[in-house]
């Protein structure tokens, strides 16, 4: 799962490079794109290297529902446009991912994946701002999916909840930082005091991942 910003705005070569390292990793990998994704390649070449692209869409993996919504609010309708960048309105983002999760409410267990984080919980800035969307909070608040799944503020990686829905940041990729959830383990009925599902990953001293 790959929340998105795998690129730096750039060239479609250079970002074939990033491309093919995570192709390269093995698993399959599910993503969503983030702001700095260019929205005039991006999706295309993921889905040429055989990547799941949950943009605004949703999909079935052994009775799991994964739904997800790239991008970033932006208030300045210009910048929904730019093909460099990939950003949208929050009246959207609520909108979107409503849409993609009706298809798997029904499943068991319920996975979102976003660029952006929902507003009050793992967006602080270093400056403090609360960056989250709040088109997003509003969907967490009424549909209570089991896991949500963002990034965009590198400096609140971590996890949260939001009523039932626990959040995760796993971190910076290209830091050799990540996070492990095993779906089997999660607690369906977990409360705001429920103990941590979730395994955090840093780089090893001599090389490779080392859980934290
Ligand atoms: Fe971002």
Redesign the pocket.
Known sequence: MVC??LHDGGSEMEAMTVIETLGDLGPSILIVP???DPRGFAVRLWEKAGFSVLHKRSLEIMGTGFAGLGC?VASDPRRWRDEKRCYHSDDEVYRSIKEAFEKISAFGQRVIVT??PPRGILDRAFDGEATGSLGLRKFIEEFQPDILFC???HEARGEARLGRTLAVNPGEMRKGLFALVDLNLMDKDAETTAPSRVVWFGPGSRGGWQKE
């Open positions: 998105g910003d983030g702001n700095m970033v660029h952006q990034a965009h503020i």
